[in-house]
């Protein structure tokens, strides 16, 4: 009884968080826009019993999927959004793993005090930070003005609003998810095998590339997972930052929801949306399971 009860926990809560939000919205995509309230149509009446779901079944459709693939803003928002997180992705690793690499290296009497000022931005209201950013690259903001007081520029720069600002807003955002899985990686990693790698006649650098990338590969692909899933469906940054110009799926989906108030139509856009993320992560899952089983 207590193992039955310990299995059935989380998926009560699978099936609460996930799975019944799930079916809602996957049923206002088949539905219909309507002026009402709620604005769409059919609604499911269970007081008519059997005929009234059957009714309700009967009236449900795919037009509103078959409009996304219609219409190019959609499938070019999503498609910008993917290249967006890839990079955005890329560049947080860049940034990350050596700020990871050098926590890990560390004196263990610092550890704590690094990893504090990594998680220290969490602290802060997500909101605030971004409005900050704003300041900071406006073209009257401190980095301009920084930029002209060294003489480094005529003119200031125009970075606000463009791509250049989503990237730098993403990759200050999520860096941490990016850092802590790395570093947990690194943490656990055997200095021997370093010096081994070295003894047997690797340079520093072959030892680095031949071992301690190899073993921190689980927290790269856990962090990149980190980074990579909430940015595609990211709203804030590009509204804030990018401006009109940045087409990222998040910003649509806001549009379509309280804009157009065309509930069937964003759910599908959200369904679209979790396929996109849900896809490529059980498709990994699978082939690391797979890659477990050789191993063993």
């Keep these: 009884m207590r193992r039955a009860v310990l299995i059935a926990i989380p998926y009560v809560w ?3 968080l996930f799975l019944v939000p799930f079916f809602i919205v996957l049923k206002i995509s088949l539905s219909d826009t309507a002026l009402a309230i709620p604005p769409y149509t059919p609604t499911l009446d269970m ?26 803003l959609y499938w070019k928002a999503y498609l910008s959004s993917v290249k967006i997180a890839l990079i955005s992705t890329f560049f947080t690793l860049l940034v ?19 990893m504090m000022l990594v998680i220290l ?37 125009t970075i606000l ?24 990686a690194l943490e656990r ?6 010096e ?10 072959q030892a680095f590339w031949l ?23 990211e709203f804030v940054i590009p509204s804030l930052l990018g401006g009109s110009g940045t087409l990222m799926i998040g910003k649509v989906l806001w549009e379509e929801f309280f804009s157009n108030r065309d509930w069937p139509v964003a759910s599908a856009v959200a369904i679209i949306l979790l396929l996109i993320l849900v896809v490529p992560i059980v498709l990994f899952q699978r082939n690391q399971q797979k890659q477990a089983e050789s191993d063993g």
Excluded: H
């Design 211 to 233: 071992v301690t990338i190899p073993l921190s590969k689980p927290g790269i692909i856990a962090g990149c997972f980190l980074v990579m899933i909430p940015v595609i469906g």
């Design 189 to 194: 990693l055997d200095g021997s095998l370093i």
């Design 161 to 184: 609003n463009t791509s250049t600002a989503v990237y730098i807003g993403i990759v200050y955002t999520y860096l941490p998810f990016m850092i802590l899985p790395i570093y947990s």
């Design 47 to 72: 007081s008519a019993g059997w005929a009234g779901i059957k009714k309700f079944l009967s009236e449900l459709d795919f037009e509103n999927y078959v409009w996304l693939t219609e219409d190019d």
């Design 14 to 16: 699978l099936l609460a």
């Design 121 to 157: 931005p969490f602290w802060t209201s997500f909101l605030i930070r971004v409005y900050a950013w704003m300041g900071i690259l406006s073209n009257e903001g401190y980095l301009n003005q920084i930029l002209l007081w060294t003489g480094l520029i005529s003119t200031p720069l």
């Design 196 to 205: 081994a790698a070295e003894d047997l006649g690797c340079s520093r650098l």
């Design 96 to 114: 990350g793993y050596p700020i990871a690499y050098g926590m890990a290296r560390a004196p263990q009497e610092w550890r704590p005090t690094l």
